[in-house]
Structures are given as structure tokens and as C-alpha cells.
């Protein structure tokens, strides 16, 4: 990038050496995908149904997030201060309160019909 | 054959309206008038190399400004199309329909495709000098934003006369929306330009935010940073986490009407309340993404006109902070009607009421950097002092409107559309136009002629209030928004013509800021100093333009006011100026890619639009291509020799 040489940025450009082996992209890949068939398999088959259809795919979900987080975003590296962690934070909580807010708003349809 | 042609022309051209003749006129011989002048001159050369492949964030930030002033008269011609039609009961001026597209491309017009570039364009401008950059983090992908952009709008200004423009209102809510309602491709056009600029919105989001984390001359800690930066920094944020809801929700919806699944229809489960809340997550922090940059610009321009460091630092950091997170938390607001019950209206009207909280902050501490300042009454300053009025009225009615109970009185009614204006006008218009007057200068090396600025000014005002205040009234007295005309005798006559001059009188406002913007190019005085507002941060240590590495030397940064301290020092006795170390400058190369890509973003959207799959594939593929391309480009970028750096430097008079 155009700040390559310059102060802060330049960082990026030092420890580039670490950005994970081809081997931990190749297992999180796996695993996504592994992750990703449970839940459509469950749905397509109806083996479940209601509430532990749903805490299912939750959980699975969130495994997928995890993953994504470790193995191709590199959560645990990086310098301080630590923004992408602050970030990941903030995403959480807004996260949360969309998901959150909205079953709330919307359970009036449960007590309209 | 001839007959087939004919049907598909008079669907695919819109036709039957005189303004709509006069319309495709217009852009006619505009469009053959550029190609004249462009090949005429011999410019094709200099437009493609020194601005359509730019990765300069300077001319990207003027390209910005450009387009999106030109969008201002678009949408400004909108309004008072729709005003005359409401000046007099019963009006046949427009049908309608008419009407309906009308009001709709205004307010997606407005709040997209001008208050956005156009703030847009302070990030770009501003943002990296004022940090001490040499660039934006992302200077390839800013270029893809900014073509993003402007491609997205071309495609919804297009829909005026090919196919007819979207008329579902600039909040789009289904059931109106969906295929059964809505058949035409206008509100294609709708979905898919803003989801095209969307992308660039969100790019720009992530570009500078990095770019102000990360890229800040050494020395200079967040908390020195100039306010305007703390805004964008705010900005970004709640860019980032609000894009991407508007994104789904428009998708979800463009699902529904090209594959006919059911989000947002009864039919199987859908909820067409789903989406209005969707809608409003993005919608209501949307109106402090363009409203917080104009608080960063009325920061800057209060200290500087005031001569005074800023008061309340921290505290200002401190509430544009707050507002970034807390007004993630009132979008039920604009549903309070609705019935989602007592419970959740009670949390987002108090909520909402909080956020009024560190606003009011903001207002004393300007309002406390001007008292007992050294006031000098320049064009921005003029606008920033009459912000404050403005503002203070239209936060005094947001805050009416917040009372859950009390806005079932004024929902949709004419209350509302003088409230939301007087934010958006007196808070985001009037501030953008203050940063426009202030960093003008820096944008194209000289000054505004203050006269014409002037009378652009009272113009603007004067007819802000005479074209707003009736409206509230009117909205007590039971008009509704988006009536296209009424009878006589309901006593709303008069209140409606008085709207109307004041309107036109705006409309007068910004004819007289086109004179200004033409006496400017011709007589404009130049700005030799860089200077020319005895500034305090660091944009006005450089030249006016800047050259285009910006910082000959990167800065060391000693506090807040980098260059108010850094001109304090020159003048103590025995200061010696540091001799120069000029050293080769690293700079990304220009490309002409984030145009050409963005040609297939808007060749695949019109396809959409009209359910040609095939344009839509071909469009697709051609994004494919380009992206491809990029990632096997090593070559990106260059290093400026230090002679070159020398002789640009010794032409400005900086060695
Ligand atoms: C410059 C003077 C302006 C005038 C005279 C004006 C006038 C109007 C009028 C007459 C309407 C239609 C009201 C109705 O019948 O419901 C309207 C709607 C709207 N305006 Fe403006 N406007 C102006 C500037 C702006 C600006 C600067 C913005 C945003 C930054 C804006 C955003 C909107 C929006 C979002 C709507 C609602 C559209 C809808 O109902 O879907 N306007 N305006
Ligand atoms: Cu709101």
C-alpha cells in the first residue's frame, strides 16, 4: 500500500512471514464446509425439527464463526494496540442487538395473531 | 417486426410527459455537448489519464464534490417540482404517479447520492492531510469506491427516462414494493444502484478507518488528532456496522421480486415488518453518518474563525463516541406507530431522548470556543453560527417526536418533513456547505468571492425558514406527507404558497453558489500561502493544491493544533528552520481498472433491472475478470526520485 514505508503501517509489511501455513487454511476450509453440510443435511432430511433443530444450526454456526476467526482471520496475532479485537467486540454486541432487538420487536406478532 | 420494436421502445423509453421530452433533450445535447468540448480540445487523454485512472484521494475527494453537487440540482429540481405542485389546491401540475417517482428519487437522491459523496468527498480531501499522510491506507480500492459510486448513481438518475423511476417512497417499504404492487423496473433501479454504491459506501467505511488508525504522522496520538478526524473516525464506525444491514435487507427484498421468494410478502411466512426494521437499523444511524462529519467541520471552522483551541476537547470526542454506539439503539423510532408494544416503544423513545444528550454537549462547546473569540465573519463561519439556531429548533422537535405517544399524532404528517429537514438541511447541508467554503481553497488553490457567497447565503436561510416553518403548522392542521394535491378550504392554502416561495427562494440560493463556483475558476484569487484562514492543523501547512505526495517530509507531530504549534515555534526568536532531508516518496500507481469494473457492476445492475439475465451474467463475469486481473498485478506501485520531489517542492516555494 501507498503508506508502505511509512511509520505504523509498514508493520503489515514486516510480518507477513506468518500468516499461517497452507495447512491450517486447508483444515478451516474443511472444517467449514463440514460445519456448513450438518445443518442442510438435518433440514433436507427433517431428522430434527423446533427447538433442537435450531440450537443445532446455532451451535454450529457459531463453531463455523470461531473458525473463521482462527484459522483464516488470525485473531490471535497482530501488534497493539489491539483494534481488531476492540472491532471484533463492538461486532458482537451490535450483532446481538439486531438479532436481540428484532425477535423482540417482532414477538408483537405472536400477541396480535 | 416494426410493430414489436415499437412496443418494446415505448416500455423500455419512458414516454407521455412533456418534462420527460424536455428531460431526454437535456441529456442529449449535454452528453453530445461533453463529447464536443472533450474531443475538440484533444482532452480524452488528459480526462482518462488524470482523472478517470486516479488514485489520487485528492481528485477522488474533487470527483466526489463534483458529482455529488451535480446530484444536489437534481434532487433540488425534484423539490420544487414537487413544490409547485403543492403551491395551490388542487394543482394539476403533476400526475400522480409522477408525483410518487418524484418524492422518491428526492429523498434516495438526496440522502445517497449527495449527502454521501459529498461527504465522502471531506474524507478524501481532508482526511489524509490532516493526519499527515501520504495517502489512504486503500488507495486502489478508494478509486473503486468512488466508481462505485458513481455508477450506482447514473443508474437511478437513468431510470428518470429509460424504464421510469422507482415510486415506493426512498424507504421502499413492502408490501408497496413487491412484484404484485410494483411491477416496472423502477424499483429495480432503486435496489440495485443503491446496492452498487452500497458497496462502495462500506469500502470507504473500512478504507479510512484504517487509514486513521494506522497511517498518522509519528508523534500524533488519537487524542491529538483534529476533531474532523475523531468524526470520520465515528463516522466510519457506525458506516461499518450499519452498510451491511441495508445490504441484507435490500437483497432479501430483490430476492422476493427476481426469484419470487417471500421475506417480506404474508404469503409463507414472510413479514413485510421484517424489513421496515432492517431498514430503519441502517436508516436511523445513517442519519448520523452524514451528520457527524458536519459537527467535525463545524469544529474545525469554530476554532479557527474563533482563534481559539477548541473548548471541551475531550468531552466532544467523548459524545461523538457516544453517539456512534448509542444510535444504533433507536431505529424503532420511525415504527413507533406500528404496535410493537409498550415495552419496546418506552426503551427507543428514552433511548432516543439520550442521544440528544451528547449533542447538546456539543452545541455549548461551540458555542463556548466562540465566546470571547476573535470572530471573523467568513463564509464558513456564517454558516456554522446559523447552524446553531437551526439545529437547536430541529433537535426540539426530534425530541417531540421521540415521545412515543405523542408521535401518533405526528406520524406521517407534515411535522415530520419539516423535522427531518431542518436536521438534514440546517445540520448536514449547512455544515457540508461550511466545509466546501473552508477547504476550497485547499481543493483548487484559490477564494470564493465572498459577495456572491454572501447572497447565497441570506437566500439559503431566509428561505430555509419560510419554506419549513409553515410546514410544521401544516402538520398540526392534518396534512400528511406524500399528498400529492388537496381541495380547497381546509385552511391549508396559503401556509403551502408561503412554502413554496420559500423553496424557490433556496432554489435561488444555490444559483447564486454556481455563479460563485464560475466567478471563482475565472477570477478566484489565488492562495499562495496555503494558508489562507491562518489555519491550525496540518492540511494548511501545505500548499494550495497539494502536490500529489502531499508531505515532501512526514511531519513530527509535538500536540493537538500540529500546525498552530508548529507556527508558534517559527516565530520565536532564534528559530532555525530544520534543514529539508527529502528522500524518494513510495506511491501506489494510477490504474484504470476500478472504472472498467465498475462499467460491469452498472452493466450487470441495468441487466437486472430489466430481468435480462443474460446482461446480468455478462456484467458479472466482466466484475470476475477484473478482479482476477487485480490480484495478479505485482506492479502497483513506484517511488518519486528525489529530483522530482526537489524541483516540485522549489516551483511551490517550500525549499
Ligand atoms: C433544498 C430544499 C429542499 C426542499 C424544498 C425539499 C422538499 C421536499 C418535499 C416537498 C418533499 C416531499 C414531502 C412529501 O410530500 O411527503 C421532500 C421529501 C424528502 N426530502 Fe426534501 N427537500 C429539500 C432538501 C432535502 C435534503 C437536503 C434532503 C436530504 C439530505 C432531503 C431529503 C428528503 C427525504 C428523505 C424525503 C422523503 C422522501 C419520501 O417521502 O420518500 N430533502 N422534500
Ligand atoms: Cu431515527
Redesign the interface.
Known amino acids: 500500500?501507498?503508506?508502505?514505508?511509512?511509520?505504523?503501517?509498514n508493520s503489515?509489511h514486516e510480518n507477513h512471514g506468518d500468516h499461517g501455513s497452507p495447512k491450517l487454511y486447508i483444515i478451516g476450509y474443511i472444517l467449514s464446509i463440514v460445519l456448513t453440510i450438518i445443518p442442510l443435511v438435518l433440514v433436507l432430511n427433517h431428522v430434527m425439527s423446533g427447538v433442537p433443530l435450531v440450537a443445532t444450526i446455532t451451535i454450529m454456526a457459531i463453531l463455523q464463526f470461531l473458525i473463521q476467526l482462527f484459522f483464516f482471520m488470525h485473531i490471535t496475532e497482530g501488534e497493539k494496540p489491539a483494534?481488531h479485537v476492540m472491532?471484533l467486540a463492538?461486532?458482537v454486541i451490535?450483532v446481538f442487538?439486531?438479532v436481540a432487538?428484532?425477535a423482540?420487536?417482532?414477538?408483537?406478532?405472536a400477541?396480535?395473531s | 417486426m416494426l410493430e414489436s420494436i415499437k412496443t418494446f421502445a415505448s416500455h423500455f423509453f419512458v414516454t407521455g410527459d412533456p418534462m420527460i421530452y424536455g428531460a431526454d433533450a437535456s441529456i442529449v445535447l449535454v452528453t453530445v455537448a461533453i463529447l464536443f468540448v472533450l474531443t475538440y480540445f484533444k482532452k480524452w487523454r488528459w480526462l482518462w489519464d488524470e482523472w478517470l485512472t486516479t488514485v489520487d484521494h485528492k481528485k477522488i475527494g474533487i470527483m466526489y464534490a463534483l458529482a455529488a453537487i451535480l446530484m444536489l440540482f437534481r434532487g433540488g429540481v425534484d423539490a420544487l417540482l414537487m413544490r409547485t405542485q403543492l403551491a395551490f389546491p388542487n394543482m394539476h401540475f403533476l400526475q400522480a404517479e409522477h408525483y410518487n417517482q418524484i418524492f422518491t428519487t428526492h429523498g434516495t437522491i438526496m440522502i445517497l447520492f449527495m449527502a454521501m459523496p459529498l461527504m465522502f468527498a471531506f474524507f478524501n480531501i481532508v482526511v489524509p492531510l490532516q493526519i499527515g499522510a501520504r495517502d489512504v491506507a486503500y488507495p486502489y480500492l478508494n478509486a473503486v469506491s468512488f466508481w462505485l459510486f458513481f455508477f450506482g448513481a447514473m443508474l437511478l438518475n437513468l431510470s428518470f427516462v429509460i424504464g421510469g423511476s422507482p415510486d415506493a417512497g426512498w424507504v421502499s417499504y413492502p408490501p408497496l414494493s413487491e412484484l404484485a404492487f410494483d411491477k416496472g423496473p423502477g424499483e429495480n433501479f432503486y435496489l440495485l444502484s443503491i446496492s452498487i454504491s452500497g458497496i462502495g459506501s462500506l469500502a470507504t467505511g473500512i478504507n479510512f478507518m484504517v487509514t486513521i488508525l494506522k497511517m498518522r504522522a509519528p508523534g500524533m496520538k488519537l487524542m491529538d488528532m483534529p476533531l474532523f478526524t475523531w468524526s470520520i473516525l465515528a463516522t466510519c464506525i457506525i458506516i461499518i456496522f450499519a452498510f451491511p444491514v441495508l445490504t441484507i435487507a435490500l437483497a432479501l427484498l430483490f430476492i422476493d421480486r427476481l426469484a419470487g421468494a417471500h421475506f417480506f410478502t404474508m404469503l409463507h411466512g414472510g413479514n413485510p415488518m421484517m424489513f421496515i426494521n432492517l431498514f430503519w437499523m441502517w436508516g436511523h444511524p445513517e442519519v448520523y453518518i452524514v451528520v457527524l462529519p458536519a459537527f467535525g467541520i463545524y469544529s474545525e471552522v469554530v476554532s479557527t474563525f474563533a482563534k481559539k483551541r477548541i473548548f471541551g476537547y475531550k468531552s466532544m470526542v467523548a459524545s461523538m463516541m457516544l453517539i456512534s454506539i448509542i444510535s444504533y439503539f433507536t431505529w424503532t423510532h420511525h415504527f413507533f406507530t406500528m404496535g410493537s408494544g409498550a415495552d419496546v416503544n418506552t426503551f427507543f423513545a428514552i433511548s432516543t431522548m439520550a442521544i440528544g444528550v451528547p449533542t447538546g454537549v456539543k452545541v455549548f462547546n461551540w458555542l463556548f470556543t466562540m465566546y470571547r473569540g476573535r470572530i471573523r465573519l467568513t463564509l464558513p463561519m456564517l454558516w456554522t453560527i446559523a447552524f446553531v439556531p437551526c439545529f437547536a429548533i430541529g433537535g426540539a422537535t426530534g425530541v417531540m417526536l421521540a415521545v412515543a405517544p405523542a408521535d401518533y399524532q405526528y406520524h406521517n404528517s407534515y411535522f415530520l418533513i419539516a423535522h427531518f429537514h431542518q436536521v438534514l438541511i440546517g445540520g448536514v447541508v449547512f455544515g457540508y456547505f461550511a466545509g466546501l467554503y473552508y477547504w476550497w481553497p485547499k481543493m483548487f488553490g484559490h477564494v470564493l468571492n465572498e459577495k456572491l457567497g454572501r447572497w447565497s447565503f441570506w437566500f439559503w436561510n431566509i428561505g430555509f425558514y419560510v419554506c419549513f416553518m409553515p410546514q410544521y403548522a401544516l402538520g398540526f392542521m392534518g396534512m400528511t406527507r406524500r399528498l400529492y394535491t388537496y381541495p380547497h378550504g381546509l385552511g391549508w392554502s396559503s401556509l403551502n404558497l408561503v412554502s413554496t416561495i420559500g423553496a424557490f427562494m433556496m432554489g435561488i440560493g444555490f444559483l447564486f453558489q454556481g455563479a460563485q463556483i464560475l466567478h471563482g475558476i475565472k477570477f478566484g484569487k489565488r492562495d499562495t500561502t496555503g494558508d489562507p484562514w491562518d489555519g491550525r492543523t496540518l492540511e494548511w501547512s501545505l500548499p494550495s493544491p497539494a502536490p500529489h505526495y502531499n508531505f515532501a517530509t512526514i511531519p513530527q507531530i509535538k500536540g493537538r493544533d500540529a500546525w498552530w504549534t508548529m507556527k508558534e515555534e517559527m516565530k520565536q526568536p532564534g528559530y532555525k528552520k530544520e534543514p529539508v532531508h527529502i528522500e524518494p516518496i513510495h506511491m501506489p500507481k494510477s490504474s484504470g481498472r476500478p472504472f472498467i469494473m465498475s462499467v460491469f457492476f452498472f452493466i450487470a445492475g441495468f441487466g437486472l433491472t430489466f430481468d435480462w439475465i443474460w446482461m446480468g451474467v455478462i456484467g458479472a463475469i466482466g466484475v470476475g475478470i477484473t478482479l482476477l486481473a487485480r490480484s495478479f498485478e505485482y506492479d502497483t506501485d513506484y517511488y518519486v526520485p528525489v529530483d522530482e520531489i526537489e524541483r516540485t517542492e522549489a516551483a511551490l516555494g517550500r525549499l
Open positions: 500500500m501507498a503508506g508502505g514505508q511509512q511509520h505504523t503501517a503489515d483494534y472491532t463492538l461486532g451490535m442487538t439486531i432487538g428484532s423482540w420487536i417482532m414477538t408483537f406478532n400477541s396480535v
